[in-house]
């Protein structure tokens, strides 16, 4: 019998010991990194106060935040505009500010800083449910947390649907993502990621770009592009389409929208070259920010001529490499994020805007940061991998101190303007809006000053116009405030900023008709300001007419209940016609609002002794005195004679 060979039993490599993760490679502490610099980088924020751009019609003087009652959060929800854009959620956002901050700009500040640091947040949970990659993860959202050209979005407070339209996109983008991933729960996922994705339309409608995004991502991770995938994006696109809409009109009935007539198709192209090429370079070299960028001045440089083609090439380059995913989707994410910007339908009059570049910017940081982790991974660039790491670390340092130091510039508006004027001589802009710094701050002839230099830059400037009328009328030059005010109604006859500086100027020289016209006219065209009503209010109780003052009195405190001096007005009114009672409470809900008019007490008093209170007259008259005012001896006699002896 043969002998049966032997087979020796095959060895079994052993498995190799489990490398345990690094501390500093572990997801959760590489973000925690992150947080850590960004919020250090924008700490120099938090004590910014607010800037005379925007922030005075979204916050400091804007009725729609300065109540959370249904009634109003019903405003907020159904007014069509707000500073040409509809965006309820980011209304909402700034009310709740204002209900526990009231107008302590720090506290606005340090909100949207929070918001940012959850959209990093999120951006490092995307990259990592992309990738699997933490490394990948970390840079994208460091780039993201801590780039200068994000400083405007997050350190202005108008800029609040900025940073809060993003957090809501970046959001339904995870939640896709698990969408797309799981088997478990799909239609929880699928009804949270529409969701959000209303939530971030409902704070700005830039955020209409989301449902391309979505296609982007399914590009990227393989998706199969069946009839369900593209059926599932049916409801993101009608949504994206109506609150495209929305934006649009609203645009067009502020006059935000504006075909400029020296402007022509042509040109807008050029721009629009131009302005996709220096963001992209911004975002890698951010230097001379400006918070405005004008248009140039004819006859345009060479490089806007050639910018257009270069444009395109760079997009046909995508188009030609559209097997390499990483660059269809970051080259893409940019361009769906940028397009709508590019001033192809001019919006205002700025060329660029570095708040433009806040959501668009993560496709160029994810390409950039992706690309960068795929060479100093490979083997054959070994030698090259830590000289690389301390460029990153030293561009890392670069960026944070740009974005610190960036801060320093929206502390308030004379420092923002003053660096827009030292980028830009020739922006009227800047430096009417210098001037109404040094206007608010009493500074009269640096004030006029800059406001004449912003008229010889642009002679029918209505802005500057009705800001210089001002202070003619403070200087009582009353036949130049009206002029000037006549002026910039003739530049923009829906200027209703120059109506009520001419009216209030009519009321100087005893035109009372007319002032009444200018202020009925200004109600008629911006119902929701409480100023307007109480300024005609003032008219209305100049002229006699108490029961028309009342009323307007009584609209400004339902659109501002927290100002004081509308209580008084109202009070010194109901006085008039002896109503007593009404006017006392009117004047406690005044003095319980800090009001700082001293007549205050000595008006409590006379009412308090028209219905027989006399020790609370007194106690008033002698308040009033200890403030500073003259009380007649006769008076305080008449008083104490009424009261019990001894009292």
Known sequence: MAQKKHIPPKKVAPKPAPVEASFFTNPYVLLGIVLLITLMCFSSAIRNDFTNWDDVDYVTQNSLVKSLSWDNIKAIFTTKSV????????????????HFNTLMPHGYHVTSIVIHLLTVALVFFFVQLLTKQSMISFMVALLFGIHPMHVESVAWVAERKDVLYVFFYFAALVVYMYYIKTNTRKALYFVLTFLLFAFSVLSKAQAVTLPV????????????????TWLEKIPFFILAICMGWVAVSAQKETGAIKDVPN?????????????????GWKLIWPGSLSAYYPYPDKPFPLVFYIAPFVALGLVVLVVKYYKNRMIVFGSGFYIANIFLLLQLLPVGGAMMAERYSYLCSFGLFFMASKGVFDFIENKKFAAYKYPIIVLLFCYGVYLGHGTYERNKVWKNSKLLWLNVIEQYKNVPIAYNNLGSYYQKHEQLDSALMNFNEALRLKAQFPEALTNRSDIWRVRGNYAQAIADCD??????????????????????????????HDFTFVVSRKT?????????????????????????????????????????SLAKTQFKIKKYDEAIQNMNKAEELHS?????????????????????????????????????EDYLSDLKKHLPEGK
Request: proline share 3%.
């Open 83 to 98: 500073m040409g854009n509809y965006h309820p959620l980011a209304m909402l956002s700034l009310a709740i500010d204002y």
């Open 213 to 228: 995004v979505l296609l982007l991502i399914d590009y990227y991770s393989s998706r199969k592009f069946d009839k369900n």
């Open 263 to 279: 402007n022509p198709l042509f040109e807008r192209i050029l721009f629009a070259g131009y302005s996709f090429l220096n963001y």
């Open 487 to 516: 002026s910039a109604i003739a530049a923009d006859k829906n200027c209703t900023e120059a109506y009520m500086n001419r009216g209030i100027a009519y009321c100087f020289v005893n035109k009372f008709d007319e002032a009444l």
């Open 528 to 568: 929701g300001e409480a100023s307007l009503y109480t300024n005609r209010g003032n008219l209305y109780d100049m002229k006699g007419k108490t029961d028309s003052a009342i009323s307007d009195y009584t609209m400004a405190i339902k659109l501002d209940p927290e100002n004081p001096d509308d209580y008084l």
């Open 596 to 632: 700082t008019a001293n007549n205050l007490y000595i008006f409590r008093s006379q009412c308090y002794r028209e219905i027989g209170n006399y020790a609370a007259a007194l106690k008033d008259a002698m308040t009033a005195r200890n403030l500073g005012l003259q009380i007649n």
